[in-house]
């Protein structure tokens, strides 16, 4: 396992904030995320996903319920040392963290979702249920960044198995997106070479939230996180975070003091 694909957990104030990253990728798509939010004095969980950070033949044993009860793990670990939780995820951790919401209610304060995938107009994914049991993966497509140097440290090939499972969590996410009233933050890339632009307007007009924000990132790809916008993503969640924790001064440090 390369050290950039650990988990990270750091103990910090009264607000939590989970943080999922996406499919055949790695905590290292989230790790400056992560050490933004916990030098702001976040109380921060950052998993690795059952069967990601080794390889996509390790990925291929694993289904959509796999990575999800990791994720509800850490919101519920969170939600027992914090006072509220925050779920943000990229990519498939987006649906992952949009099936918290909806299954959890109010353990969730707040979302905040950076492309997040539920959906498809590429119509290869029809072949999936065949394809599936003829080739076990395919090409990946690992570090779409416009930035040079970054590294997600994602699988260069995506196993079949595992993408066909999570596909058939979106549906489930999309059947249940009037249960989400949780205010939300959505932010996307105009520029996505992994998930197209059918998504986000399945979410927008779905979720019951009153409080929901939408910012379009010009400059970067889909690993927005690594890429040009990452300072964007990164100011405007902390903001966001701020204005429906309500948090305060005490809340800032374990222990409220500080």
């Not at 030098?39 to 390889?55: I, K, M, N, Q, W």
């Not at 996307?188 to 992994?194: L, T, Y």
């Not at 007009?205 to 924000?213: A, F, W, Y």
């Amino acid at each position: 396992m390369h050290p950039a694909t650990r988990p990270f957990h750091h103990q910090g104030g009264r607000v939590g904030v989970l943080l999922c990253h996406g499919l055949t990728g790695s905590p290292a798509s989230m790790r400056p995320w992560a050490d933004r939010l916990a030098a702001e004095g976040y109380t921060v969980d950052l998993p690795l996903l059952p069967g990601h950070g080794r390889s996509w033949q390790a990925m291929n044993l694993t289904r959509w319920p796999d990575w999800y009860h990791r994720v509800e793990r850490s919101l519920l670990h969170l939600a027992d040392r914090c006072d509220e939780v925050v779920v943000a995820g990229l990519s498939m951790g987006g649906c992952l963290a949009l099936r918290l919401a909806q299954e959890h209610g109010t353990a969730v304060r707040g979302l905040v979702l950076v492309n997040p995938a539920v959906a498809s107009a590429d119509r290869r994914l029809l072949a999936l249920p065949v394809l599936r049991h003829l080739s076990p993966s395919v090409a990946g497509l690992a570090n779409d960044i416009a930035q040079p140097g970054q590294d997600e440290h994602a699988y260069s090939r995506t196993p079949l198995h595992a993408l066909h499972s999570f596909t058939r969590l979106w549906k489930i996410v999309r059947a249940d997106m009037p249960r989400v009233h949780q205010p939300l933050l959505l932010m996307r890339s105009a520029q996505d070479h992994v998930v197209d632009g059918s998504g986000a307007p399945v979410i927008l007009s779905g979720v019951s939230s009153s409080d929901v924000t939408e910012v379009v990132l010009n400059r970067s790809y889909h690993v927005a996180t690594l890429d040009y916008d990452a300072e964007t993503i990164f100011t405007t969640a902390g903001a966001f975070i701020e204005r429906i924790t309500a948090r305060t001064s005490v809340g800032l440090t374990a222990g409220g003091s500080g």
